[in-house]
């Protein structure tokens, strides 16, 4: 079938809006309407070449949520009118890494920058009218009106959530919340500094409070974004990291934060330097922001890393396992304990999505979703 998406044909690059011919769904695979996506800062990264895709063309999105039009034949349990939301990593369930509850690491994400399908690099579900093939972010590329995903990038839910909604959790709420509660694994009474009040950061925040963090610290140098960040669970809030390191000192004794997490978009090597030095001995700094490849390394003491015991901690999905995750995270929705709707700033339509990504980098999107009629 013939559907609409917004793609990039280069890297950096501008989202075009363009008609796209997709497969139908193989056996493992889904035919899904798209309802709503998020527009998260990966997606900007591919456009701007501070993340370059695998494949160009590379349709765009992968924090979605839709409906299943149509379900790939020998694939049981699924069925037409299905609800899903997608997780943007892949878990095969098999792999060491799922085997072991570390589905984020699942080996199935290694061709999800090439956007082909996840068991061959050359095997795309989407072409250009001419022929042409296109990738899909995260193997998804929920900037369209309609895709083709694999089951193991789906998950169902009840029919009754909105999914303009519930699609956030396909990354950012993950993302930041699994950095906090698995990465950062705050523990009640804990000073937690958030760098970045962003989409991500606001869940870390979510997430350090759901851990029990007495104290939550929010950085970020846009005033609203502050402000933000403590309606939704934010104790205090800085413009930058050395601040919120002298306030963490001022109430440890002198000792620092338990934990940093560095969700700015583009994290610098000052800023692993600032969130670093913030951190009390044995203390941790969770690095979920992206570093840009440039940098290949970062400005810290290797003195105190050892002396300290101080620890980095990449942290990819929040090192999270959505499968048990999203139910959890759709419980504590229900109950009012986790907030999404506070989230989203702003709707757009697919036509809107480089407008979308401007208001983001303005500073004016906590998260701009698309919705889809």
């Known amino acids: 079938m013939q559907t609409r998406a917004a793609l990039l044909r280069e890297s950096p690059g501008t989202y075009e809006v363009t008609t796209v011919e997709l497969d139908d769904p ?8 798209m309802v709503a996506t998020g527009l998260c800062h990966t997606d900007d990264h591919m456009r701007s070449g501070d993340l370059s895709p695998g494949h160009l063309p590379f349709i765009g999105g992968h924090e979605g949520a839709g409906v299943v039009l149509e379900v790939g034949p020998h694939t049981p349990g699924w069925d037409v009118g299905d609800h899903v939301i997608f997780a943007f990593l892949p878990a095969c369930g098999k792999c060491r890494w799922c085997s072991q509850g570390q589905s984020s690491l699942c080996d199935l994400g290694a061709l999800t920058m090439v956007g082909s399908r996840l068991d061959d690099p050359t095997d795309f579900r989407v072409q250009l009218p001419d022929g042409t093939p296109v990738g899909q972010a995260a193997g998804l590329g929920t900037f369209a009106e309609h895709t083709v995903v694999s089951v193991d990038s789906a998950i169902k839910v009840d029919k009754d959530l909105p999914l303009d909604k519930v699609c956030l959790l396909g990354c950012a709420v993950g993302t930041g919340w699994g950095s906090a509660v698995n990465s950062a694994e705050v523990a009640p009474g804990d000073v937690v500094i958030v760098a970045g009040a962003g989409g991500i950061g606001m869940n870390a925040i979510q997430g350090a409070s759901h851990a029990g963090a007495s104290t939550i610290i929010a950085v970020d140098p846009i005033a609203f974004k502050r402000e933000s960040a403590l ?8 413009a930058t990291i050395p601040e919120a390191a002298d306030f963490a000192r001022s109430l440890t004794n002198g000792q620092g934060a338990d934990s940093t997490i560095l969700t700015i978009g583009v994290v610098q090597g000052q800023d692993v330097a600032d969130g670093f030095s913030a951190i009390r ?93």
């Open 26 to 33: 193989r056996q493992g695979e889904l035919l899904i309407k």
């Open 231 to 238: 309606t939704l669970g934010a104790t205090h809030a800085f």
């Open 281 to 373: 001995k044995a203390g941790t700094l969770v690095l979920t922001g992206m570093v840009p490849p440039s940098i290949t390394s970062l400005p810290i003491s290797g003195m105190e890393l050892t002396f300290f015991q101080k620890r980095i901690q990449g942290s990819m999905y929040g090192a999270g396992n959505a499968r048990v995750d999203i139910p959890r995270q759709i419980r504590m929705y229900r109950e009012g304990r986790l907030k999404l709707d506070e989230l989203i700033t702003k709707t757009y339509t697919l036509d809107e999505v480089s407008q979308g990504y401007a208001d983001m980098n303005s500073g004016q999107n906590i998260r701009g979703v698309v919705i889809f009629d």
